[in-house]
T-cell receptor, first 113, second 110 residues
Framework: QQPVQSPQAVILREGEDAVINCSSSKALYSVHWYRQKHGEAPVFLMI?????EQKGHDKISASFNEKKQQSSLYLTASQLSYSGTYFC??????????????FGQGTILTVHP | DGGITQSPKYLFRKEGQNVTLSCEQN?????MYWYRQDPGQGLRLIYYSQIVNDFQKGDIAEGYSVSREKKESFPLTVTSAQKNPTAFYLC?????????FGPGTRLLVL
């Protein structure tokens, strides 16, 4: 079943922060985050494998709460280059041997000067 | 350079015509995937393949067909049975950790 992302869209001014959530009705093994610019391929940001794990990547970080079956992506001090659609992809418990993911519907992030 | 290539970038289909989208990877990944993306929509899985000469239907396989004769290649055919083929098609491959995407093919109907 498809994970649910919230919000569907967010508009920011440069320097502001945002949080994007990804929730599943099923238990999760891992959560993967991607960003897609319009008309381009999704680009891999990070993977969270363990419950409670947090990862950081520049000013973009994420957490994974295994018990709540959800992950959050944190964008701090947003830059114009952060604009795009953010997708989470999830794997069920036990993972898969070949990386098959189920993707959320996406969150559109727009950063204005 | 390792990566995933898709061709063509744009493809026009006439009604009743079958068209084939190419996807090649040199990452030595076993698994490959095809997704369809419609405006404002997420990624919907069409077909996937874990290994050469084997593939499985995804969530929206009707009107599509695939083959996996080589590890590097996973072409997608959009058949005339697919009545609404206009979309952005993305190919991906994965190692045991995550998926990596090609640049996509935009299919338009004349």
């Amino acid at each position: 079943q498809q994970p649910v992302q919230s919000p569907q869209a967010v508009i920011l001014r440069e320097g502001e922060d945002a949080v994007i959530n990804c929730s599943s009705s099923k238990a999760l093994y891992s959560v993967h985050w991607y960003r897609q610019k319009h008309g381009e391929a999704p680009v891999f940001l990070m993977i969270l494998l363990k419950g409670g794990e947090q990862k950081g990547h520049d000013k973009i970080s994420a957490s994974f709460n295994e018990k709540k079956q959800q992950s959050s992506l944190y964008l701090t001090a947003s830059q114009l280059s952060y604009s795009g659609t953010y997708f989470c992809g999830t794997e069920p418990p036990g993972g898969t041997s070949y990386g098959k993911l189920t993707f959320g519907q996406g969150t559109i992030l727009t950063v204005h000067p | 350079d390792g990566g995933i290539t898709q061709s063509p970038k744009y493809l026009f289909r006439k009604e009743g015509q079958n068209v084939t989208l190419s996807c090649e990877q040199n990452l030595n990944h076993d698994a490959m995937y095809w997704y369809r993306q419609d405006p404002g929509q997420g990624l919907r899985l069409i077909y996937y393949s874990q290994i050469v000469n084997d593939f499985q239907k995804g969530d929206i396989a009707e009107g599509y067909s695939v083959s996996r004769e080589k590890k590097e290649s996973f072409p997608l055919t959009v058949t005339s049975a697919q009545k609404n083929p206009t979309a952005f098609y993305l190919c991906a491959s994965s190692n045991r950790e995550t998926q990596y995407f090609g640049p996509g093919t935009r299919l338009l109907v004349l």
